[in-house]
């Protein structure tokens, strides 16, 4: 297979080795300005990456030019340069000795007045992917240096080819890392404390509310609970008591955790319930208990209409008798209490150490009584 690279493996597998390393995109740009010369010799070498759906650069590496050419061919030279009209028309490999009619080569010396006559024959290669241009790689040599061979511009037509698979690899890193990042600082504003787990149970994520915790220990030990209750049952959500302190009245902490099964992993939540409601578990007819704890299996309103046989506005209809008696507003409450009364721990004090649940209101337990939304995943916390 022909590629055109007039050099040793060695020095072709130390450029791919350092191209594809690259973790950014500066990085990526920076390894390939680094070994390209010693590929294809060149007076000038430019990297050009266009912001997206445009041809406005947004990072520009050069050099053997100076400021002025760049701004000059940014302001006056893009627009006219027959080489570019063409890259970016075909997305192809384009060389001013090989592929340029007469008129256009009488375009093209225009570089060479704008560079002091360091630019007087030059390649260009696209940095493209999935059909979308996202820069350029140029290479220039005086007039009076020797032509560009086609052997040259294969060589930089593979070059731009591993640049581009490359960059957009390290492109989809970096947006990783920064909805990684906005979502990581998203969970940390928020009181409640929240884990992501695998479906084991090792943990991969806790914001700063449950990394700040007293009972940390308390937490990863119902995590691991949840993670053995839904891998058991298969469940669709799994709610643990863990104790957080001894004594006659110890408290207790309610964990609730939603397996992610594309991830093959879960999420974790350490809330507080209403006082007392545990306690209320009795008034609840034998119907009711029975909703109450598909509520806590994470069933959604239909799933619990065809297990009870009923229709699910009589599902409807009995949780709104449950949340009533139990004065809870949300699914998430519910299950707490249904799991705190199975454990046997009926204090008074139990999940004092968190911040409780939204208040009661007509809107709140009327929201949490309805689906809980289209994806039988979903669950109101």
């Not at 192809?92 to 340029?100: I, N, P, Q, R």
């Not at 040259?152 to 492109?171: E, F, G, P, T, Y």
């Not at 208040?359 to 995943?377: I, L, M, T, W, Y």
Request: glycine share 4%; hydrophobic share 40%; with cysteine.
């Amino acid at each position: 297979m022909g590629t055109g690279l007039r050099h040793d493996d060695r020095a072709l597998e130390t450029f791919l080795y350092a191209l594809h390393s690259g973790t950014s995109v500066r990085e990526v740009q920076a390894n390939c300005a680094r070994f390209a010369n010693d590929l294809i010799p060149a007076e000038a070498y430019g990297w050009y990456q266009f912001k997206r759906e445009t041809i406005e650069p947004e990072i520009i590496s050069a050099r053997g030019v100076s400021d002025r050419f760049l701004s000059l061919y940014e302001s006056q030279g893009r627009s006219r340069d027959p080489i570019f009209s063409r890259l970016a028309s075909r997305l192809t490999t384009v060389s001013s000795d090989h592929h340029l009619n007469n008129c256009e080569r009488r375009s093209f010396m225009f570089q060479g007045e704008i560079s002091s006559g360091r630019i007087g024959r030059a390649i260009q290669a696209p940095l493209a992917v999935a059909g979308e241009l996202l820069g350029s790689i140029n290479i220039a040599r005086r007039a009076d240096a020797p032509t560009f061979r086609l052997d040259d511009v294969k060589s930089l037509d593979l070059i731009a080819r591993h640049a581009s698979v490359a960059l957009a690899r390290a492109q989809r890193e970096q947006e990783l890392d920064r909805r990684c990042t906005i979502f990581e600082a998203s969970l940390d504003v928020l009181d409640l404390p929240c884990v992501l787990t695998t479906a084991d149970g090792d943990i991969l994520f806790a914001n700063r509310a449950a990394r700040g915790a007293a009972f940390a220990q308390k937490l990863i030990d119902g995590i691991r609970k949840t993670a053995d209750a839904l891998a058991a049952d298969h469940r669709r959500v799994a709610t643990v008591l863990v104790q957080a302190s001894e004594g006659p009245s110890p408290e207790c902490l309610a964990v609730r955790s939603i397996p992610l099964d594309d991830a093959r992993a879960m999420v974790s939540f350490l809330y507080a319930a209403p006082d007392e409601t545990a306690s209320a578990l009795p008034t609840l007819t034998k119907r009711e208990r029975e909703i109450a704890n598909f509520v806590m299996r994470g069933f959604s309103n239909a799933d619990i209409a065809l297990a009870a046989s009923v229709s699910r506005n009589t599902v409807k209809q009995h949780l709104k008798h449950v949340f009533d008696k139990l004065q809870v507003s949300s699914r998430a409450e519910l299950a707490a209490a249904v799991a705190h009364a199975e454990n046997g721990v009926m204090t008074r004090d139990c999940f004092k150490l968190l911040p409780t649940m939204p208040s009661q209101d007509d809107r709140v337990a009327d929201q949490a009584v309805d689906e809980p939304g289209p994806s039988r995943h979903r669950t109101h916390l």
